[in-house]
């Protein structure tokens, strides 16, 4: 379980020295997108369509902060994870096609996505759902946003972060997913419970 | 008119508190579920959550960026006047709340894809309305986050099968659910009355503290059965492996029809927001959860 500092842009051999359980900050541009800015981004790449900003080496995170706008200028107030599992249909494709480094989310994702980063170099580092100020107070500047027309939780925004974390790096690079590991565990406790609490 | 201001300013007062402010009970539990957890990296996960709430409290800003859906009961003493106009106070309150907290908008149409922008559209904020006698209107806010929210579950059993048959449901949900309500959640459970009424004593019973049991011994001991075999599987905060996965279970149901055996499980993370005050007939407000922390 060792502690690693990250600064974006984040090389794939930075990542590939990442293991599970270790503990990750990263200091840089992190980029929220949750359902819709997925679908949209992937969208835009088939049809050529740039995106509002070069994703490689950067950091992805699924959440939908609360934010506040003080003159011109947006604030975090809140920006925790929200749940990646819903992700996992677009984010192999976002992965091999946008070349991102790490995503940031809360609960895991699939098997398809650990292949992915398996397959070209990036890590799921799981964020403490609902430690939303925890994570805001590391958010130093809003520098932007962008596809504002998805609504406030589903828009891009753009974060400038400092020691964002603690992460856990729940996927590596190498096809470990401890979250996988912890849901064979817990199925492998079914049993007993079910004896615990007399249901045959 | 003052009246139905007096109620505007309770429904938000309460929305800010609940919020911010988690309730002692939920606090309480956290703290001791972080001394006894023994999992490495269970314990990094509550320590985030015991951090992130200082912080919520020494910046007032929401404890978690999901605010939820907003979900009022209302207990109405059938003397209280002007009951037609506190539905349009709360939906003031909620709209108010939305801009000056903040709160994250999170009220969409189902068929556009397009966010109201401040929490209210049809059938938002959720009231549930229930008629005491008397001349005070009690007012419970509960902030309900996505996450948990989708992972709530209603089904029928076999009435053969029995309270065997309900401790069965309730684990293979909680099983199912693993890592994605952000453990250690807060479980309520209920059965019988209908599809709708199991669905619904389920998440009312989530508004009762950590530190309150059922008071039938039967239905405490299920509780207690429960709870303790949700926590055998090893889930672990945030579903990242520990020995924490639930921090107390509620138990609640009605009777039911012979033929059918509904049962309930509402999920709560460990965000578990809620606020309670009571405005009394000369328009005094006492505050029943959170003092005067507003």
């Given at each position: ?47 050529g ?22 003159g011109?200028?947006?604030i975090?107030?809140?920006?925790g ?6 992700m996992?249909?677009f984010?192999?494709?976002?992965i091999?096609?946008f ?17 992915a ?5 990036a890590?799921y ?34 974060f ?8 856990v ?32 | ?13 309460i ?15 956290l ?5 006894e957890e ?9 320590k ?5 709430i ?40 909620t ?12 009220a ?38 996505g996450g ?13 099968e ?10 293979d ?57 949700a ?8 579903g990242l ?14 009777y039911?029809h ?11 993370c460990?965000?578990?927001?809620r606020?309670?005050a009571?405005?009394?007939?000369n328009?005094?407000v ?5 003092k005067?922390?507003q």
């Open positions: 379980m060792a502690t690693y500092k990250l600064k974006t842009p984040i090389s794939e051999e930075q990542i590939r020295k990442l293991k599970v359980n270790d503990v990750l900050y990263v200091t840089g541009t992190v980029v929220t997108a949750r359902d819709q800015a997925h679908r949209r981004a992937l969208e835009y790449f088939k049809e369509k740039p995106l509002p900003l070069n994703l490689e080496g950067l950091v992805v995170f699924h959440c939908g902060p609360v934010v506040a706008k003080q011109e200028k947006w975090a107030v809140a920006a994870p929200t749940t990646s599992t819903r996992d249909i984010e192999d494709e976002f091999k096609n070349k991102i480094r790490v995503v940031i989310g809360k609960g895991g994702m699939g098997k398809k996505t650990t292949d980063m398996q397959k070209y170099g890590v580092g799981a964020f403490t759902g609902g430690a939303a100020v925890l994570a805001a107070r590391a958010i130093k500047n809003v520098r932007g946003v962008e596809w504002f027309d998805l609504g406030v939780p589903e828009a891009m925004w753009i400038e972060v400092e020691e964002f974390g603690p992460l790096v729940a996927i590596d690079s190498h096809g470990n997913n401890l979250f996988a590991d912890v849901q064979k565990t817990v199925e492998e406790s079914k049993q007993k419970i079910y004896q615990k609490l007399g249901i045959s | 008119m003052e009246a139905e201001k007096n109620v505007e300013d309770v429904a938000f007062n929305l800010k508190q609940a919020v911010i402010y988690l309730p002692d009970d939920v606090k309480q539990a703290k001791k579920a972080y001394s023994t999992s490495e990296t269970g314990k990094t996960q509550l985030a959550i015991l951090d992130n200082e912080l919520a409290e020494k910046y007032q800003a929401p404890v978690c960026q999901d605010t939820g859906t907003i979900i009022f009961y209302i207990k109405a003493g059938a003397k209280v006047k002007n009951l037609d106009k506190i539905e349009s106070a709360v939906i003031n309150a709209k108010r709340a939305t801009k000056e907290v903040p709160l994250r908008p999170n969409v149409d189902p068929f556009t894809g397009k966010n109201s922008g401040d929490n209210t559209g049809r059938y938002l904020p959720v009231l549930n309305w229930e008629m005491v006698s008397g001349d005070s209107l009690e007012m419970t806010v509960m902030t309900k986050g948990s929210e989708n992972v709530c579950i209603g089904g029928m059993i076999v009435p053969g029995g309270i065997k048959g309900v401790k069965k449901f309730v684990i949900a909680v099983i199912k659910a693993g890592a994605q309500p952000c453990p250690p959640t807060i479980l309520g459970v209920a059965m019988g009355g209908g599809a709708d009424v199991s669905m619904k004593l389920a998440k009312k019973t989530l508004l009762k503290p950590l530190t309150e049991h059922n008071p039938d011994p039967e239905i405490a001991k299920l509780e207690k059965e429960i709870f303790e075999a926590n055998m599987t090893g889930i672990g905060p945030m492996g520990g020995k924490t996965t639930v921090l107390g279970v509620h138990v609640d149901y009605a039911r012979p033929a059918s055996f509904p049962v309930a499980v509402s999920f709560n460990w965000a578990s927001r606020a309670t009571r405005i009394n007939a328009g005094s006492e505050y029943l959860t959170h005067l922390k």
